[in-house]
T-cell receptor, first 110, second 110 residues
């Protein structure tokens, strides 16, 4: 079955710096890769996604890149702000379901 | 603008007790699912449904039952609660691979 690894598990950055979270997946049939942000006490919310026919996608300060050959994809957050502090999850499609990474706790220090 | 609604938000159970976590969505999504979230393990799929009358097992189905009598509702039943079922439970619905999560249900089994 599909396996998704995510690194790092925790990440601290200074406000204004960039943050990068990396995920790898195992099933070459996966074709959709969403990223979720989870704030304390809340459910995860979709922040950006990418499909396998695209190498990069950007939405304001957030971007995602995908390398199908290497089976890894990354989340890039530029000009980080305190409100970016949260847990971030990557996921890979697996049939009609998804497999999630274990999460990265991002702390943006003022 | 309810989206996915879960109840209860918090619950404490004694070992061996049974209970039902309720989930309702008002977006007319065919696909619904239940996940559990444990520290360092991300979100793991318990059960899912692709439409009314159809359910299937996910990655960690043991100890849980589901039913889908209507498009809107997808309750999760714990048959005989065990301390290993202490977790945060998320219900979700999805359309075209975009997942919408509920706010979560914190369950403690003592």
């Amino acid at each position: 079955g599909e396996n998704v690894e995510q690194h790092p598990s925790t990440l601290s950055v200074q406000e204004g710096d960039s943050a990068v979270i990396k995920c790898t997946y195992s099933d070459s049939a996966s074709n959709y890769f969403p990223w979720y942000k989870q704030e304390l006490g809340k459910g995860p919310q979709l922040i950006i996604d990418i499909r396998s026919n695209v190498g990069e996608k950007k939405d304001q300060r957030i971007a995602v890149t995908l390398n199908k050959t290497a089976k890894h994809f990354s989340l890039h957050i530029t000009e980080t702000q305190p409100e970016d502090s949260a847990v971030y999850f990557c996921a890979a499609s697996y049939g009609q379901n998804f497999v999630f990474g274990p999460g990265t706790r991002l702390s943006v220090l003022p | 603008n309810a989206g996915v609604t879960q109840t209860p938000k918090f619950q404490v159970l004694k070992t061996g007790q049974s209970m039902t976590l309720q989930c309702a969505q008002d977006m007319n999504h065919e696909y619904m699912s239940w996940y559990r979230q444990d520290p360092g393990m991300g979100l793991r799929l318990i059960h899912y449904s692709v439409g009314a009358g159809i359910t299937d097992q996910g990655e960690v189905p043991n100890g849980y039952n589901v039913s889908r009598s209507t498009t809107e509702d997808f309750p999760l039943r714990l048959l005989s609660a065990a301390p290993s079922q202490t977790s945060v439970y998320f219900c979700a619905s999805s359309q075209k691979q975009t997942i919408y999560f509920g706010e979560g249900s914190w369950l403690t089994v003592v």
